[in-house]
């Protein structure tokens, strides 16, 4: 019962913020395939990638804040969440960009791109494959280079419909948060086609196709208790892409669920960055 109030909790409020901000529903088409997405806000678009078998409807808050500052911002869901459909196996993360450049088309662009975790692998992706179309990256909590296999199959436990409650929360508790109470929403919203679509599509994608994301300027936004993103890996991006182009900002006491825990600090950290953008 206490997850189910926390879960209708959290869609209410998130319902009521995205009515407070004028938020609309959209479609666009990517040839045969429908990707759904909301947008608010007037000024420079910002397009926000969820992480790894979510939906974006978790990053309202931030895209309040995003609102706020002065960006317009489209939250697109993948295939296989909400009204976004379409082939979800032998694909790969070119059929996602394109999914997701179709809105940036639709919404006038270029855009920030702004990637969670998985997410960061889709928006080097679009920004690789059409560069016209980006004007910046964000990599929102982005892992490592490598990180420990535990991480990875606490992702593949806590999607499992069979997996307890605790089980979940400790699953969340070592890879996603610092505190069980931000942790409880995200007990429910998990698509495991989603993710078992969205691994099978890393397999299937030529790393260096999207790795260098194109020639795009970089915000590398780190969670500061990440364990997909240890201390050792601050500056990893940096180091192989280059200090005139990757910025490194890290935003303490946020764990690999960095846009959910600290919604407002990662809102003002990508605004503050982008502003120097595309606010000249």
């Known amino acids: 019962m206490k997850t189910i109030l926390a879960a209708m909790g959290l869609t209410l409020a998130l319902t009521g913020a995205a009515m407070a901000a004028g938020m609309q529903e959209k479609t666009v088409m990517n040839g045969d395939h429908q990707v759904g997405y909301s947008v608010r806000g007037d000024g420079p678009l910002v397009v926000m990638i969820a992480s790894t078998g979510r939906g974006s409807a978790e990053f309202a808050p931030l895209a309040d804040r995003l609102a706020e500052r002065g960006y317009k911002v489209a939250l697109p869901e993948p295939r296989g969440i909400g009204q976004s459909n379409g082939k979800m196996e032998d694909v790969s993360f070119h059929d996602f960009g394109d999914d997701f450049a179709a809105v940036i088309e639709q919404e006038g662009g270029p855009a920030i791109v702004a990637g969670h975790a998985y997410g960061q692998w889709i928006a080097k992706t679009v920004a690789a494959d059409h560069p016209d179309l980006v004007s910046g990256v964000v990599l ?3 892992g490592a280079k490598s990180w420990p296999p535990e991480l990875s199959d606490a992702i593949t436990m806590i999607n499992d ?9 400790q ?9 069980e109470e931000t942790a409880e929403p995200w007990l429910e919203g998990w698509h495991q086609d989603v993710t078992q679509s969205q691994r099978a599509a890393r397999k299937q994608t030529d790393r260096d196709s999207y790795w260098s994301g194109g020639t795009a300027p970089i915000l590398d936004l780190q969670g500061g208790s990440d364990p997909f993103r240890p201390e050792e890996s601050r500056n990893e991006v940096r180091d192989e892409l280059g200090a005139d182009r990757v910025t490194v900002v890290v935003i ?17 950290a990508i605004a503050d960055w982008a502003d120097g953008i595309v606010k000249q």
Not at 161 to 169: E, G, L, W
Not at 171 to 179: H, I, K, R, S
Request: overall charge negative.
């Open 140 to 142: 929102l909590a982005g």
């Open 161 to 169: 419909p069979n997996s307890t409650r605790d089980q979940k929360m």
């Open 171 to 179: 699953g969340l508790m070592l890879a996603f948060f610092t505190d």
């Open 252 to 268: 303490d006491g946020a764990s690999h669920a960095l846009p959910a825990a600290k919604p407002v600090e990662t809102a003002d």
